[in-house]
């Protein structure tokens, strides 16, 4: 509708505006054929008894027939009269005022005023249904008539006998529609069944206590198993059962088995929902799945009290749009939305004015042009969503989930209501729905909403406590001899295990001793079942001597460095094996569990990466390998989100916000002119790489210094390595310490001979090294490591009466990694941790 201006006379309607009805003097003009369509019908009904006439009799010509329809069908050139007079007067009303106020208003409104008094709407609908109804069953009495030549009356009578004689042929046509329409049906029946499974209570033996290491989670899904028993316990007080409850979090973190727990615990039967049940190839089959999933657990809530159903991995059923869209604030993996950067937290973004949020998120999220735009709201026309909740699956689970409940019934919903009794209200269905997911933010928000999915839990990586609890319950069940002390330490040394990697590890753990021919498992299984499960089978490859040195000097100096400088982190394992994408790793845990990161640890942690190139310059005559490069890939993004990002380094600006708004470039910022032949851009760049190569450079020397000042600990490092090829954390400890370790004894290193020859050896490899030639000298021995009884650390060492004693034991040769960077924790960065993790794991060589 278009409004008046403001000010404008009023009747006037601004330029170029259409008239209303309501506003018009005269009757809308009628389109040409609206004014035919009635004339046209009656001349074919005339011309089409003509035609009958003709055709019982052929000796009549057409004139003939005309003339004789003309007196016997005289009613039907009385109806084209009256349109006729119909059609003049609508051409009156469209030209004449005064004439089409009188009929409207005068003749018209005031019989419409006469029924409305003395009749309902509901009672005039159904009286001008039946005048329908009776006239087109006088027109099919007429046409009958005609055609049987017989009177009107006496067709219509005569009706269900010819009906009835044309059976036949009507069930012929039947049947070839119904044959039709029940192949299609039983097409889709029976690509709807499946993707379903139904377990009864004496199906499911799971319990809570079999749940371990989420221990947060599982009281809040016991309060909502509560409510499930006892409704009447909210009910009561206004309140409502919560219905839905998403557990969200990584693979393997016991959702599913969650979800099993509540089935067993409660006795309700349990619907397991797979994941790809409702990706179909036809449109529609989807809907009819979600209809019939929902009719099965209305039959079995009615029938056990209750009934549990389960999605797993709904983010292939409930997405829409994909990650395209906003959604809800899940802590930890959700999106950046101005709804979720406005919730509360200690961050300068819930300290500003609503209308700065909206500008800040707004340009944050936006990725059109430089220009920014200055409208709040657009009409955006959206594509086509892919997912598995395409077709109209996703609306319809939406629908079940909180839609409308018709009465159960047809007898409750039709004969009771033709009978002018009301249908019986729809019984309370008591359905838990559960949703498992590791994709929160690929779930449409219209699923989240309360009423759908009440409740949102995360199930993360389990604590420490969580571990050992994991552990515990996975080792009762095999025959061992941990001590709780070496099972506390298994949780230290694996931070980011979940309850299913835990059960692997267990598992290769009892192999590893079958393997050994034992049935019980020790402390070296699982540290051998751990090491083949973070890096690997290594490859059986042979390394030439000098290069095998070279590979355990690089490594050596990254557990040196890290073991003096990193306290935040402990040593996990060092390796010169090499591995399917490593040549060689040291690999570093957090013994706890840790949420923040400082800057006194990530320089550490730059310290651990410039370690290898440090020491190879230092013993190699001032060269280095290609096997740097992740360390330095490693040790150039951490100093540069220090620098530009964290505010650790010499400025404190954030270096994304200043690129993004221009801040500080020639011009003053954005829409400022520069001056020519400056790109403020590349100078921020320039000056941004300019303070992390200074920081680089003394971070480097900081290096140089402590592998200086331990140059023996490098060496004896080294030559543990080439000899066991692995280490553990403790065994790297227990060399550079001079102590037993709990398979490795460090204390022949601290026999000033044995550091002799190890130089000698040494200074012999680097000149191999630099001649491409063999070693000259054979690298130099130390007994074995007799094994006592097992302690609270792992195996003790017994003492050597001859801990210098060169029996033959072979050169080390073998398998040997290459050069690897520094690792950090196997798993990635811890959760919370901001910006790239401190060390990844196995780092690439050259």
């Known amino acids: 509708m278009t409004m008046a201006p403001a000010g404008a006379p009023e009747g006037l309607r601004p330029p170029g505006g259409r008239p209303r009805d309501d506003d018009r003097a005269t009757r809308k003009p009628l389109p040409l054929w ?20 003709k055709s019982g009799n052929v000796l009549i010509p057409w004139s003939d027939a005309f003339r004789i329809e003309s007196r016997s069908g005289a009613w039907i050139l009385v109806l084209i009269g009256l349109e006729l007079l119909r059609q003049v007067h609508f051409l009156i009303s469209e030209h004449w005022a005064r004439y089409h106020q009188f009929w409207t208003n005068r ?5 419409d005023r006469a029924t409305h008094r003395r009749l309902s709407d509901w009672t005039r609908f159904r009286l001008w249904r039946l005048i329908t109804w009776v006239f087109w069953v006088i027109v099919l009495a007429v046409i009958l008539g005609r055609v049987k030549h017989t009177s009107p009356v006496q067709a219509l009578l005569n009706a269900p006998a010819d009906l009835w004689h044309a059976m036949p042929f009507v ?29 009864y209570p004496d199906d499911i033996k799971t319990r809570f206590t079999d749940v371990w290491g989420q221990d947060h989670v599982l009281e809040r899904v016991k309060e909502n198993i509560l409510y499930l028993e006892d409704p009447g316990q909210i009910e009561s007080r206004g309140g409502y059962v919560p219905g839905g409850i998403l557990l969200w979090g990584p693979p393997g973190t016991g959702k599913t088995l969650m979800a099993e727990a509540v089935a ?18 036809f449109m529609g089959v989807g809907i009819l799945k979600v209809k019939s999933l929902f009719r099965k657990l209305r039959r079995l809530a009615l029938r056990y009290g209750g009934v549990i159903v389960f999605f797993d991995e709904a983010d292939s059923l409930g997405r829409r749009g994909a990650l395209a869209q906003g959604g809800p604030n899940f802590p930890g993996g959700g999106r950046a939305t101005p709804a979720a950067w406005q919730a509360g937290g200690c961050h300068g973004f819930s300290y500003l004015s609503d209308d700065v949020q909206w500008r800040l998120a707004r340009r944050a999220l936006s990725s059109a042009g430089d220009e920014p735009d200055t409208r709040r709201s657009k009409q955006i026309m959206g594509g086509m969503g892919g997912g598995g909740g395409g077709m109209g699956t996703l609306e319809a689970l939406l629908t079940e989930l909180s839609g409308l409940k018709k009465p159960r019934g047809f007898v ?45 839990y995360k199930v993360g990586y389990p604590s420490k406590a969580g571990r050992v609890r994991t552990y515990e319950g996975y080792f009762s069940k095999v025959r061992h001899e941990l001590t709780p002390e070496q099972m506390d330490k298994l949780a230290t040394i694996t931070p980011y295990a979940t309850g299913a990697t835990i059960k692997d590890l267990v598992n290769e753990a009892l192999i590893t001793a079958i393997r050994d021919g034992r049935d019980v498992i020790s402390w070296g299984d699982v540290i051998r079942a751990k090491q083949l499960k973070e890096l690997g089978p290594p490859e059986d490859v042979e390394y030439i001597e000098r290069e095998r040195h070279a590979v355990a000097i690089h490594e050596a100096c990254h557990a040196l460095v890290a073991y003096r400088t990193r306290q935040h982190m402990e040593i996990d394992i060092a390796t010169i094996e090499k591995g399917s994408d490593y040549l060689g790793m040291v690999a570093s845990i957090p013994p706890e569990d840790q949420f923040t990161r400082w800057r006194s640890e990530y320089q550490t942690d730059i310290l651990v990466s410039l370690a290898s190139l440090a020491g190879e310059r230092m013993f190699f005559s001032n060269d280095s390998s290609s096997g740097v490069s992740g360390d330095l890939e490693s040790a150039t993004t951490v100093a540069s989100f220090m620098e530009g990002f964290w505010g650790m380094g010499s400025t404190v600006s954030s270096y994304s916000t200043a690129k993004r708004l221009e801040v500080g470039s020639p011009g003053g910022g954005q829409g400022g002119r520069n001056k020519k032949g400056q790109d403020p851009e590349a100078e921020m760049r320039r000056a941004l790489a300019d ?7 003394g971070l480097l020397g900081q290096v140089e210094e402590i592998i200086n000042e331990n140059r023996a600990q490098v060496l004896s490092l080294a030559h543990a390595l080439e000899t066991h090829k692995t280490l553990t954390g403790e065994d790297v400890v227990a060399v550079v310490e001079r102590r037993p370790g709990p398979f490795v004894d460090g204390r022949p290193y601290a026999d000033a001979g044995l550091i002799e020859r190890l130089e ?4 012999g490899a680097a000149v191999a090294h630099r001649e491409h030639s063999q070693i000259p000298l054979s690298m130099p021995e130390i007994p074995r490591p007799v094994l006592a009884a097992p302690g609270p650390g792992g195996w003790l060492v017994a003492p050597d009466p001859d801990p210098l004693n060169t029996r033959d034991q072979g ?22 941790s901001p910006g790239p993790p401190n060390g990844s794991g196995p780092a690439g060589g050259s």
């Not at 019908?41 to 011309?47: K, V, Y």
């Not at 349990?270 to 049940?277: I, L, N, R, T």
């Not at 303070?691 to 450079?697: G, Q």
């Open 264 to 281: 067993g615990e409660t006795g309700r039967p349990y619907v397991f929902v797979d994941p790809g049940a409702f990706i179909n190839m």
């Open 412 to 456: 409750n919903r039709q004969v009771r209501r033709l009978l002018g009794m009301r249908p019986k209200p729809p019984p309370k269905y008591r359905m838990l729905v559960m949703m498992a997911t590791n994709l929160p933010e690929a779930l449409d928000e219209a699923l989240l909403r309360p009423g759908r999915i009440d409740r949102i």
């Open 34 to 53: 609206d004014r035919i369509k009635l004339l046209l019908l009656l001349a074919a009904l005339w011309f089409l008894l003509a035609w009958s006439l």
């Open 107 to 111: 003749v018209f409104a005031g019989f």
């Open 811 to 832: 050169n080390g040769s073998g398998p040997a990694g290459g050069l690897g960077g520094t690792g950090g924790p196997a798993a990635g960065p811890g959760p919370g």
């Open 760 to 763: 000698n050896y040494h200074r």
């Open 171 to 199: 069930l012929q046509l039947m049947f070839g529609v119904v044959f039709v329409v029940i192949q299609f049906a039983a097409l889709f029946w029976f690509m709807s069944r499946g993707g379903v499974d139904v377990y």
């Open 691 to 697: 303070r992390i190569e200074d920081n680089l450079n």
